[in-house]
């Protein structure tokens, strides 16, 4: 409260918590003589630096989904992302009522300092292929006691069917990162996409000593969890 005509006193500033991680290149080479591409009568070296992105952006998936596979440290208290200590972690299979359960519990996250309840929504489900089904089931469901029909959006925009799951039973929850940002991942220079270098010269390296074409693919990014309020996991 500020009085009629008086100063505005200083807020409590928070406290910092510190998280850091590094960048890590990614790539290779390919390297095609001049003979397989005289003998590529279908053209299927053409495919070969889409491919090469494609596995790039393949790797940046596998890495941010180690992150909820893994389950590693939240540094700054040194407990798993995923963990009672944080009241994130849950071991019923996926359903309506645990749904209504666990979206009791992201509301009742708290604001690091403060302790007050943030009132985060349960707006995004990720699962493996096997729960896909179940997961769409409960988002077009209109009968009984299912609350959540449409929630997870008109089209199961908001159901992830990651398919680099492999257990078949775990699923994952939580706020959207722009309300409570909980995984952060970097890119060098903010370049976000696999890049295709190709040598080519033919008075230069191999193509100048061996008759070949070099192919470079390079992706250069980092991450860690920033948050645990904002995300949750049923190992089931």
Known sequence: AVAEAGAYTELTKPTDELVSYGVTKKGGLLTISEETIRNDDLGKIMDFPLRMARAGIRTLKQFVTDFYVNNPAFDPDAVAWFHATHSNLGSVALSSAELDARSIVLGKQTEK??????????????????????????????????SWYGKLGANDENIIVNELLTDVNDWYFGAMPARAPFLEIGFLDGIDRPRIFLASLPMQGTQFTNDQLQFKVQFTFGGDIVDFRGVGKNVV
């Open 113 to 146: 300092d403060s302790g007050k309840r943030l009132g985060l929504p349960l707006e995004w489900l990720m699962v493996p292929m096997d729960l896909a089904p179940t997961a769409r089931l409960i988002n077009r469901n209109q009968t009984g006691t299912n």
